[in-house]
């Protein structure tokens, strides 16, 4: 703990992570995001496209599509539906969102 008996973010995650059920909950939500980063990486790969070329059909820049990935990849960002959607066209896909039963 610091001097102003705050919390630094690292050290509230590790407190949370300590309960079971919170850790259960980040876990399942890290899956969740890695399997749609899976789907996205294997999209482009079907495309046969780099970010590069994914990013021009999104029109942004490759700088855009890499930090999605990669903030996809460590778990720091969900991005919105209308993001998704312009990666899956870029990619030749269409984005599909279902609920479905445990």
Do not use: C, W
């Not at 909950?25 to 899976?38: C, F, G, P, S, W």
């Not at 996205?40 to 700088?63: C, I």
């Not at 960002?77 to 990619?91: C, G, K, Q």
């Amino acid at each position: 703990m610091n001097d102003d008996n705050l919390l630094t973010h690292e050290e509230l995650m590790a407190k949370l992570l300590e309960k079971p059920e919170v850790r259960a909950e980040v876990e399942r939500l890290n899956r969740e995001e890695y399997a749609l980063l899976d789907q996205m990486l294997a999209a482009r790969k079907a495309a046969g496209m780099s970010q590069a070329d994914v990013a021009a059909k999104m029109g942004t820049k490759a700088a855009a599509i890499s930090r999605l990935e990669s903030a996809l990849a460590s778990g720091k960002h969900s991005p919105s539906i209308d993001t998704l959607r312009r990666y899956a066209e870029a990619t030749g896909k269409i984005l599909e969102i279902r609920f479905i039963s445990k």
